[in-house]
């Protein structure tokens, strides 16, 4: 991704890692819009934030999907970067039945949230000379918290989409990329004060100075997520699994 010339689309903008990354792109030079559900949190963003053009969007309606990407693409016909940032993140017991509407909630929202914002904008994104799909996983792909189990069961699925994507869209103008977060102080699960979550300033700032250094790569990987992406492959996958069994929200 050039972070520097872009004109990006990113859901799930109103908040934590998806509103500090477009600020950062806005920052950098790109032109940006955040999509959200709530008018109220686009309203403020835009008076808060010069520059920033806003769209509502729920990722969970493909109505509001197909309807935003119609507006977005014709009031930015350069549109060449999509970043799906829109998740939700809730604990669940397993033993208990009421779980499955979270488990229903997450998976309409980051998994199929992701292949429906990504369907919608692809044929606009595909037009363009370059262009990049980032996708938005976590390290919880790679090892799952035991806690959020369908939150990472998504993300696991969101990992292995996006290579999926990457392969069918070789040789096109069309970069993927997969953003793969360690746990961030936002208010996802309540972790804005949590002592394990790293600082969301200094995430941005590793991301953006990995971008910068590659703009084609295509794993963003901050150093503090580095233990969870390979575990497995450095054969510490059941004592990660071990550290992360019975943290609390």
Request: hydrophobic share 45%; aromatic share 4%; glycine share 8%.
């Given at each position: ?22 600020l950062r792109l806005r920052d950098a030079g790109s032109t940006v819009v955040v999509g ?45 970067g999509l970043v799906t940032t829109a998740g939700i993140m809730e604990p669940e017991d ?69 290579e999926a994507l990457r392969v069918q869209l070789a040789g096109t103008a069309v970069q ?74």
């Amino acid at each position: 991704m050039d972070t520097m010339n872009s004109t990006v689309f990113v859901t799930g903008g109103t908040s934590g890692i998806g509103l500090g990354l477009a600020l950062r792109l806005r920052d950098a030079g790109s032109t940006v819009v955040v999509g959200g559900r709530r008018t109220d949190l686009l309203a403020r963003i835009a008076e808060e934030h010069p520059g920033i053009g806003t769209q509502q969007l729920d990722v969970t309606d493909p109505a509001s999907v197909a309807a935003s990407a119609e507006a977005v693409t014709a009031a930015y016909p350069g549109l060449d970067g999509l970043v799906t940032t829109a998740g939700i993140m809730e604990p669940e017991d397993l033993t208990d039945p009421a779980h499955v509407d979270v488990a229903e909630r997450t998976i309409a929202t980051n998994l199929l949230g992701t292949i429906r914002s990504i369907d919608a904008f692809l044929p606009a994104l595909r037009r363009q000379p370059r262009a990049t799909v980032m996708t938005v996983s976590s390290g919880l792909a790679f090892v799952p918290l035991p806690l959020t189990p369908t939150y990472s069961a998504t993300k696991a699925a969101v990992h292995s989409y996006t290579e999926a994507l990457r392969v069918q869209l070789a040789g096109t103008a069309v970069q993927v990329t997969e953003l793969v977060p360690p746990a961030v102080r936002t208010d996802l699960l309540g972790q804005r004060d949590s002592a394990r979550a790293m600082p969301l300033e200094q995430f941005l700032d590793e991301v953006m100075a990995i971008l910068a250094a590659r703009p084609d790569v295509d794993e963003v990987l901050v150093d503090r997520v580095r233990f969870l992406r390979f575990a497995e492959v450095d054969g510490r996958y059941d004592a990660v699994l071990a550290g992360l069994t019975g943290l609390a929200a």
